[in-house]
């Protein structure tokens, strides 16, 4: 079943951008990042919250008079599992770009802004943004070190291309490149699919460019690979197996070698902390995240067989 409030709109009217949120019983966090974005200073967007909720909050926050100021689409669902939440969201969406939005997430005032200036209408880009971890108050070093508005090398999308700070064009979902559902959180392998997403988008001659003016605050710098040490070693086992199955699906499926570079310096740091060099912790980590990638690998290739 599905429950839908769809606000009105002129026929043949496109938003500049879709914010797309898939949530789960997380009425507290999603208010967080709905009051960033009550406050954002481009205001040509359009919010669509597919909702997997047991309980009543989140639809309650869209119904609500405080984000009366937001354009919300919201839809309650039956399904879990947030590609396929993310697809919902697309098949509702009516921006030229959209931008995967964290109910975690809060995001800074220019943040849509910034985006606006730097796309200028390009079809052919993702941007990617900034992400600052407002749990351990860091940013990754890649962030500090990368040129405002470069195009971005596979190694770097692998590193430094989170969820949070994802905006693509529209025309990505016009092509037929949706969310493989079988990768995310909720699907069997519980990662990578964002970045499934935009290496399918290369193929098709899109890029990737850095926009550090993008910024998000998270409570986490997680990102589908580069998971930070406070995380559990299940979480990253899970992490790392996403990536395993990412790995030979691009290889497998598209006959790319372009993340052998990246599963080599992967493997390398895992064995180096392997060794317990860098405390036993560390090298707990390493073993999960080892196992993980190995089975990913593995059992994707020969689902495929």
Not at 102 to 124: C, F, M
Not at 136 to 157: A, D, H, P, W
Request: hydrophobic share 35%.
């Amino acid at each position: 079943m599905i429950l839908s409030v769809y606000p009105m709109r002129d026929e043949g009217y496109f938003m500049e951008f879709s914010l797309i949120m898939g949530t789960l019983n997380r009425a507290k966090e999603t208010a967080i990042c709905l009051r960033s974005l009550l406050k954002q200073k481009f205001k040509d967007f359009e919010v669509i919250i597919i909702d997997q909720s047991t309980d009543e909050e989140t639809r309650k926050l869209a119904y609500g008079a405080e984000f009366g100021g937001l354009n919300i689409i919201y839809t309650h669902v039956d399904f879990r599992g947030l590609s396929r939440a993310r697809n919902a969201g697309l098949a509702l969406a009516s921006g030229r770009y959209f931008a995967l939005i964290d109910d975690d997430a809060g995001y800074d005032e220019n943040y849509l802004l910034n985006a606006h200036k730097l796309l200028e209408n390009d079809s052919k880009t993702i941007l990617s943004g900034y992400i600052y971890n407002n749990f351990q108050k860091k940013v990754m070093k890649e962030y500090l070190t990368t040129k405002n508005g470069s195009v971005m090398s596979v190694r770097k999308i692998m590193r430094m291309a989170p969820s949070p700070a994802l905006i693509y064009p529209m025309e990505i979902y016009r092509q037929g490149i949706k969310f493989d559902e079988e990768f995310g959180v909720g699907a069997k392998y519980g990662a990578c699919e964002e970045t499934d997403v935009i290496l399918t988008a290369l193929d098709s001659g899109y890029r990737v460019r850095y926009c550090a003016d993008m910024i998000v605050e998270h409570p986490t710098i997680v990102h589908s690979f580069e998971v930070e040490n406070t995380t559990s070693l299940k979480k990253k086992e899970n992490y790392a197996y996403g990536l395993g199955a990412l790995l030979a699906k691009d290889k497998l499926c598209r006959g790319s070698g372009r993340l052998a570079g990246y599963e080599f310096e992967k493997k390398l740091k895992c064995s180096i902390k392997k060794t317990g060099f860098f405390g036993n912790g560390r090298k707990q980590q390493a073993v999960s995240e080892l196992r993980g990638l190995n089975r990913g690998k593995k059992e994707y290739g020969e689902k495929i067989k």
